[in-house]
Structures are given as structure tokens and as C-alpha cells.
């Protein structure tokens, strides 16, 4: 959202300028705040375009090929598109962005397995998996300090996912030789109501061996909690799921967003 406030702000700040070179500078702008793309083009639909001096814009578009965000996480494809923007004129001229209407955009996004699993590869997101405190049990007495090592993900079919990672115990007095337990997850994923995404009907393997339906289920349940959209309402973004695709490879998600403001930096 901080990306689309700034490129509201450079857009309205055009006031005047012709649409071809609102469409050109806009694009330019957003490839600033990005690391790269493959392709990228923002189009301003904005007529008749004194309507621009006014604060009101019709609609944004943002179509994007190959585009990082980070520098280790690439989404293949990106589609953006907004409803009708009414901003103050007045309080944008002292850097500010009042909505005279909530701002609201769907979009479209397609992600790779292989995209994914390049940004778990990444040195920043495995630091995140170091130290993590995991009951294989599933009796929640006596959690172990873990190493998740290895992560990989798979799109397959029928909206299904498969997940495989090593768990490498750290060294201890006790346990001076670090050990490791290959483990594999395979699940659907579903939404629920728009706002949840859920692992459902998990099967897991440790080093082969199906695990009881107990455990699994445990396991989906602590994840889920993480798979929801209403966590960003504190934010004041209500986003919504409307549909969600998995097939060979591949994943797609269609969805909708809505500020009734935007949060002060």
C-alpha cells in the first residue's frame, strides 16, 4: 500500500501534464521503488484530464511481468487495478494523501514454485528459520529447539501443496552431534470466507513414515493461524481472497483491498 500512496502522490503531482507522459513518468516511478522487472507499465485512465487538478483520477492499472519486489522474491505475473480515486487537492499540496473516498483495488498475482523457493534459499529469509521451537510430538510438554533446513515448495494440481524441509536439532551437552529429520507435507489449500487461507486434509512423513492424523492436524491448526487476511485490519486493510488457484507450478491469487485511509509514516 505504501507503494500505491506514493505512486498516487506522483500521479496527482502531474496535474497539467498530457496522458502519455502520466503513463510514462508513472511507470517510472513505481520501477524506482522496485529492484527490477522483466516488464512493467502503469496506465492512468484520467478523462477529461482537468479532472487531475481536482484530486480525481478514474482508474490506475498496473500490469507487471518478472517483477521484484525484493531482491530475492520474483513474481511472475502482477495485474493491478483500482476503482475511481477521489484524493484532497488541498491537503496534497503539504505532502499529505486524504481520501475522499476509500481507496479499493483488486489485483492478480502468479507465483512460481521455483520463484518461491529461490526466496527460501535466500540468506534473509533463512535466518528466520534458525531457533524455531517445534513439538514433534504434538503434545505441546517438550518442544525442540530446530533448524529448518533445505524448505521447498511444490504447486501441484487440484490446489494442492507439497512441502519438504529437513529439521537439523542444534548441538547441546547432552547432544553434542547434531541430528536431522526429513520431513514432508502435502495439503490443499482453500479459503475460507475470503479471509482465511487454509492447509486442509494435511499428510505428513517423517523420514517416510506417516505421522497419526493427530499430529498433522495440530500442525495445520498452528499454521492456519498465521493464513489470516483479518490480521491486517489493525492496519486499517480489509483484504479479501476471491479466488485462489493452485496447479503444476504454479499459483494464483485474485483479491481485493480496501483503505478508508492511509496510515501516517
Known amino acids: 500500500m505504501e507503494l500505491l500512496a506514493g505512486l498516487l502522490t506522483s500521479v496527482l503531482g502531474l496535474a497539467g501534464a498530457p496522458g502519455l507522459a502520466i503513463d510514462r ?80 483495488a483488486a489485483a492478480r498475482v502468479v507465483l512460481k514454485s521455483e520463484d518461491v523457493n529461490m526466496a527460501l534459499r535466500s540468506p534473509t529469509i533463512q535466518s528466520s528459520f534458525k531457533s524455531l521451537s517445534i513439538d514433534i510430538t504434538g503434545t505441546n510438554k517438550n518442544p525442540e529447539i530446530l533448524d529448518l533446513v533445505n524448505p521447498e515448495v511444490t504447486f501441484l494440481e487440484g490446489d494442492r501443496l507439497r512441502l519438504s524441509a529437513s529439521l537439523q536439532s542444534q548441538p547441546t551437552a547432552i547432544k553434542p552431534k547434531p541430528t536431522k529429520l526429513n520431513v514432508s507435507v502435502n495439503a490443499e489449500l482453500k479459503t475460507i470466507g475470503g479471509t482465511k487461507l487454509q492447509i486442509v486434509n494435511p499428510r505428513i512423513e517423517l523420514e517416510g513414515t506417516p505421522v497419526p492424523d493427530k499430529i498433522a492436524n495440530a500442525f495445520a491448526q498452528g499454521l492456519n493461524k498465521v493464513l489470516d487476511l483479518r490480521q491486517l485490519e489493525s492496519k486499517g486493510i480489509f483484504a479479501r481472497v476471491l479466488k485462489l488457484e493452485l496447479t503444476e507450478g504454479k499459483m494464483q491469487v485474485i483479491g481485493f483491498a480496501k483503505m478508508d485511509s492511509i496510515p501516517t509514516q
Open 25 to 104: 513518468i508513472a511507470t517510472d516511478f513505481l520501477r524506482g521503488q522496485i529492484v527490477r522487472a522483466d516488464s512493467l507499465e502503469v496506465r492512468v485512465d484520467n478523462a477529461p484530464n482537468y479532472q487531475i487538478l481536482l484530486g480525481n483520477v478514474d482508474r490506475i492499472r498496473v500490469a507487471g511481468r518478472g517483477v521484484y519486489v525484493l531482491d530475492f522474491l520474483r513474481i511472475d505475473q502482477i495485474d493491478l487495478e483500482t476503482d475511481p480515486i477521489s484524493i484532497d487537492p488541498n491537503a496534497l499540496q503539504s505532502g499529505q494523501i486524504v481520501l475522499r473516498r476509500p481507496l479499493q
